[in-house]
């Protein structure tokens, strides 16, 4: 295994210039660091759920759009976000005043639709997903594409009513998972009413704000909502479908379609271009030491005589610390101890007197939260498209196949290995490699890039058809 | 004597299988109490049910006072109720520590408990950081005895120890179940009724689902009839 890895990171050294090599390898590296944050959430779930979580990839773009949003164009946000707020919260009171007193299915699903569109009629929408007149320390628009006060509140009203009738229509679950406070969904509507009636002081706060204060804002939004998201999604939607493996992956495939949708509706279906990198690593100038990056700011970094963007390199850095946090939690702590118990038996930790539910949503608002973390901080990177979610699942999905299905030292191996391979494939399409003899260099076709992580799974899995750490029943 | 647990008209199914048709007995503080029966007379089902892992539909589980029905299986865990299930279910992958160390319901229960631990099972102590899979199959019951002992707990469950050992091992683990019969209530459940006679001090024998006889020790080694209609034992 060792020698495998060897060989694919040492091989193409042996054809390439060192410097060209490096620069490969750093940019394979940094398409691994993203691949790890989306692989690392799937293989934990996976491993400890049996819960193939196709709405992945979803949630990375979303942490991307969300951090987007906070930085570029917080009124989108605050305008919008509390609606959704509103039916969480609605969903909520109507579920627990479904355990008191039964309501028609019909007339909720009227209730729903009906109040639900109520709620977004006529909705300003388009004029709020306006990125361009918000640049960053440029001009805070005008106030005239917000609607007024008095009717976002009156649509978040609708929204709480639309929610209340279908959660009350909702069939009751035996066993009264969910919890029947009233404090968490006053919490969520509590949220909502602040977020709106401060939305000009908060809007003005966040523009205002140095860029770097806004990134790590847009950062821990994106996080926080991926976790929460993750969390909701795992209470509310996977739970009753853990003894119906074929309805998750319908439910979770269909939630990837949804959420893309979504992103379509609310920001458009065009991309955008990358966020401004943060102040370490724009200023224009190329740094050929530590020292002298962390002093100016330099936006590249001198690797071997070729310039490498710095802040690949941070994108680096936090897959890192992320990969070697969580394995220390994992390794270390009570509830790393817990994890892995359960992924053996869920049963056993469960009548250790440990809440293994709680566990399980634990678990999914940690990989949410990581894989919005990986979309926020690949935005100065990548941009937006709404077909980034797909793309990444599909990367992520390969780095847990080669690493092995659950192993979290697998999935980041094989994000290691997928980003290599994409990264010296796409070399060999722009590039090509020159062989001694022949005057113009070989290139390969560009559906070889895209096609290399695919190949590599293929070999990887015919060598070891459990992957690299699979166990045999896996 | 105050009961510990009390069963009372017990009714589980496993899919659509009646397999506990109203089971009722008490467990009593102070005592060793042998749950016996022949192979699929119930007893696993039975402490299944108990710790809420298989739902019971009908009757009254109570432990202490409380009851446990309905509840789900960390709470009932929690109240104090240590499980030894059968197979061994240790964390094979975990190191032995690690496996001590998540039966901790408090912090520091391990660390308080480690002294009379190894004393009672020494052969742990030597291999605290070595993964739980790699012990012999005496030891990786030891170790889920040992496990079911670092909380405070108020009674044991222990299902069939004596599964897959050689003699001279079940002799072993027979004789530190003896021991802990000083510590707390223990049911047992053993097809092995020669391994258990000389120790418990009741019993309780299933058949079909059904408690048919239960009562001290002492008498059912005198029912002859019964030892050998109901466990194929002759005396």
Redesign the interface.
């Known amino acids: 295994m060792g020698l495998i890895l060897l060989a694919l990171i040492g091989l193409p050294a042996f054809f390439l210039p060192l410097p060209v090599w490096a620069s490969v390898l750093l940019s394979g590296l940094t398409l691994a660091a993203l691949v790890f944050l989306v692989a690392a959430g799937l293989s934990l779930i996976f491993g400890l759920m049996d819960v193939i979580n196709f709405a992945h990839g979803t949630l990375f773009m979303l942490g991307a759009y969300l951090g987007w949003t906070v930085y570029q164009n917080p009124r989108l946000l605050l305008n919008v976000a509390p609606l959704f707020l509103a039916l969480g919260a609605g969903i909520r009171f109507g579920r627990i005043l479904s355990g008191r007193m039964p309501m028609p299915r019909a007339l909720s699903g009227f209730g729903m639709v009906g109040f639900g569109a109520m709620a977004f009629w006529n909705h300003n929408l388009g004029k709020l997903v306006a990125f361009g007149s918000t640049v960053p320390g440029g001009a805070i628009p005008t106030p005239l594409a917000q609607e007024p006060l008095g009717l976002v509140f009156a649509r978040m009203a609708a929204m709480t009513v639309a929610g209340l009738c279908g959660g009350w229509g909702m069939e009751r679950t035996r066993s009264g998972d969910y919890s029947r406070s009233w404090g968490v969904p006053a919490g969520l509507l509590l949220l909502g009413v602040l977020m709106l009636s401060g939305r000009e002081p908060i809007e003005r706060w966040i523009l205002e704000s140095p860029a770097d204060l806004r990134f790590l804002l847009a950062i821990w939004a994106g996080a926080l909502a991926g976790g929460a998201l993750g969390a909701w999604m795992e209470a509310t939607l996977i739970r009753p479908l853990y003894a119906r493996p074929i309805y998750q992956v319908l439910l979770t495939l269909g939630l990837s379609y949804v959420g893309t949708e979504l992103v379509r509706v609310v920001w458009g279906p065009g991309n955008y271009a990358p966020l401004p990198r943060p102040s370490l690593f724009a200023a224009p100038c190329l740094a050929s030491s530590v020292g002298e990056w962390l002093r100016q700011g330099c936006a590249s970094f001198n690797v071997l005589g070729r310039p490498f963007p710095t802040y690949r390199l941070l994108i680096i850095g936090v897959g890192v610390a992320m990969w070697a946090g969580i394995g220390l939690l994992l390794r270390w702590t009570?509830i790393g101890?817990?994890v892995?118990?359960a992924v053996?038996?869920r049963?056993?930790?469960?009548?250790?007197?440990?809440?293994?539910?709680r566990l399980f949503t634990g678990v999914f608002a940690m990989g949410s939260a990581l894989a919005a973390l990986g979309g926020v901080v690949a935005t100065p990177f990548l941009g937006l498209s709404p077909a980034m979610g797909l793309e990444f699942l599909l990367q992520a999905f390969i780095a847990v196949i080669i690493g092995g299905m659950g192993h979290y030292g697998g999935a980041a191996v094989g994000a290691f290995l997928v980003g290599l391979a994409r990264a010296f494939g796409d070399y060999l399409v722009t590039v090509g490699i020159t062989l001694p003899g022949l005057t113009e260099a070989i290139r390969f076709s560009p559906a070889i890039a895209r096609a290399s992580t695919v190949l590599l799974m293929a070999v990887i899995l015919l060598l070891r058809p459990s992957g690299l750490f699979g166990q045999k029943t896996g | 004597m105050d009961a510990v647990l009390e069963l009372r008209d017990v009714h589980t199914f496993i899919g659509s299988f009646h397999i506990l048709k109203g089971v009722s007995f008490v467990v009593q503080e102070g005592s060793l109490t042998a749950l016996l029966g022949r192979n699929g007379a119930g007893k696993t089902t039975t402490l299944r049910t108990i710790?809420g892992?298989w739902p019971a539909v009908q009757g009254s589980i109570r432990f202490l006072g409380e009851e446990l029905r309905g509840r789900?299986?960390?709470?009932i865990?929690?109240l104090g109720i240590g499980?030894v299930?059968e197979h061994r279910?240790i964390?094979?992958?975990?190191t032995v520590e690690?496996?001590l160390?998540?039966?901790?319901?408090r912090r520091g229960d391990l660390a308080r408990k480690a002294d009379w631990i190894f004393h009672l099972f020494p052969d742990l102590k030597g291999n605290l950081k070595k993964p739980a899979g790699l012990l012999s199959g005496g030891q990786q019951q030891m170790l889920a005895i040992a496990?079911a002992l670092v909380?405070d707990n108020r009674l044991l469950l222990i299902d069939e120890p004596s599964e897959g050992l050689a003699p001279i091992l079940v002799e072993q683990v027979m004789a530190t179940i003896h021991r802990l019969r000083e510590e707390m209530p223990i049911l047992l459940v053993e097809q092995n009724f020669y391994a258990v006679h000389h120790l418990a001090d009741r019993y309780i024998l299933m058949e079909d689902g059904q408690v048919v006889r239960s009562g001290p020790m002492a008498e059912l080694l005198m029912d002859r009839e019964g030892l050998q209609r109901y466990l194929g034992v002759m005396v």
Do not use: K, Q
Request: hydrophobic share 45%; no cysteine.
């Open positions: 009570r101890i817990a892995r118990a053996e038996d049963e056993m930790v469960e009548a250790l007197g440990i809440p293994v539910r | 710790m892992l789900p299986t960390y709470e865990a929690a499980y299930p279910a964390f094979r992958s975990l690690e496996n160390r998540l039966a901790e319901r496990r909380p």
